[in-house]
């Protein structure tokens, strides 16, 4: 009876004891998870909130409404309006090789082109006119064009610029559209246009300008004359990079 009762007392040992560990855990496990609720950032947390990153403030930019009459542009930038857009097509330009004159009965007088000091792109020097025999001396006095070359901010020649011819030349409306090649008589970047086979004198009626791919203007529109004279009868207009 004796052993019973000491084996008794043995077992009710053991309980106690593991009653009091789990009695512990519990309390421990509770303390636990209150730090956690009250703390989630606390660090014995094996699951922290996520971090959301600071908010990102953009501020917004001044546009400025410029606007633009009788661009060449298919694409308006964000800083520009337009009142009225001309956009030359392939049916406007004839032919891009050999620039051929676009005939037309009601000739649209040039205006003059806004945005003073807008432009990246400003004559080189001043407009030339010589003797075409001197870059082609197959045509004589039978040939009226005008020609050029484009640079950049390093004096280098600047391929694939779009260059705007218009006006009016011997009673004809001109709308012609080029661009600068890696090679061309007048070397790389060069670009040429054909007005015609008879001379004539005019004086600020045509003009030409650069265009980007998208048809944006970048420069200013330059005015030239042209003259009744075999040693004037092709005119050269450099282009430099400003900006």
């Known amino acids: 009876m004796q052993q019973e009762t000491t084996k008794n007392k043995i077992r009710d ?3 106690n004891i593991l009653t009091t560990i789990i009695t512990i855990l519990i309390v421990f496990i509770v303390i636990v998870q209150v730090s956690i609720f009250l703390n989630p950032n606390i660090f014995f947390n094996p699951l922290p909130p996520y971090q959301l990153p600071e908010k990102l403030v953009i501020e917004k930019p001044t546009v400025t409404a410029i606007v633009v009459d009788d661009q ?3 694409t ?10 001309v956009v030359p097509t392939a049916t406007e330009i004839g032919i891009f090789s050999d620039g ?4 037309e009965t009601t000739p ?3 205006t003059q082109t806004p945005f003073s000091g807008y432009y990246a792109f400003v004559l080189q020097n001043d407009i030339n006119a010589i003797d075409s025999t001197l870059f082609k001396p197959n045509y ?6 005008v020609a050029g070359q484009v640079f950049d901010l390093q004096g280098r020649p600047v391929m694939g610029v779009r260059v705007w011819l218009r006006g009016m030349y011997n009673g004809k409306r001109i709308d ?10 007048y070397g790389p970047s060069g670009f040429e246009f054909t007005l015609g086979e008879e001379l004539v004198n005019s004086k600020g ?7 980007d791919q998208a048809n944006i203007p970048i420069s200013d529109r330059i005015y030239f004359d042209t003259y009744e004279d075999c040693n004037k009868n092709l005119i050269l207009i450099n282009f430099k990079q400003i900006r």
């Open 13 to 15: 040992g053991i309980l």
């Open 72 to 74: 060449p542009t298919s």
């Open 76 to 85: 308006i930038p964000a800083i520009m309006t337009a009142t009225e857009v």
């Open 100 to 103: 051929t004159p676009v005939v």
């Open 108 to 110: 649209i007088p040039p």
């Open 140 to 145: 004589g006095c039978n040939w009226i064009g």
């Open 176 to 185: 012609l559209l080029s661009l600068t090649l890696e090679s061309s008589p």
């Open 205 to 211: 009626q045509l003009f030409i300008q650069l265009l």
